[in-house]
């Protein structure tokens, strides 16, 4: 049973800007905490933005001020706006969601399949 599907990722070059966005099944959406996570070749998973239930965000300082995380609460969507990309920006990201705040801690109970993200400078 799919849960939670994010759209195919893409290859950038460094400075550019792209969007992901994770189409939800768990209802109500709006109860869910959501995060998007990333994983490079060889690293851990690592939490780089989440948002509360009704709209409270947190990023990662490797990614702060450069990704907007958001959601649409009436079409199940969570979104990842990512703008100046870099290099070290690569890797496969994940969306998350819990009806526990896990902030930025991986222990999401609800993952997507992932989508890569490459970034070439």
């Known amino acids: 049973q799919v849960q939670l599907v994010e759209s195919r990722g893409d290859s950038v070059q460094a400075g550019g800007s792209l969007r992901l966005s994770c189409a939800s099944s768990?209802?109500?959406?709006?109860?869910?905490?959501m995060g998007w996570f990333r994983q490079a070749p060889g690293k851990g998973r690592e939490g780089i933005a989440v948002?509360?239930?009704?709209?409270?965000?947190d990023y990662a300082l490797s990614v702060k001020g450069r990704f907007t995380i958001s959601r649409d609460n009436a079409n199940n969507i969570l979104y990842l706006q990512m703008n100046s990309l870099k290099a070290e920006d690569t890797g496969m990201y994940y969306c998350?969601?819990?009806?526990?705040?896990?902030?930025?801690?991986?222990?999401?109970?609800?993952w997507g399949q992932g989508t890569q993200v490459t970034v070439s400078s």
């Open positions: 998350a969601a819990d009806r526990v705040d896990w902030r930025l801690l991986p222990r999401y109970n609800y």
């Open positions: 948002i509360g239930r009704v709209g409270a965000t």
């Open positions: 768990l209802y109500p959406f709006s109860a869910y905490y």
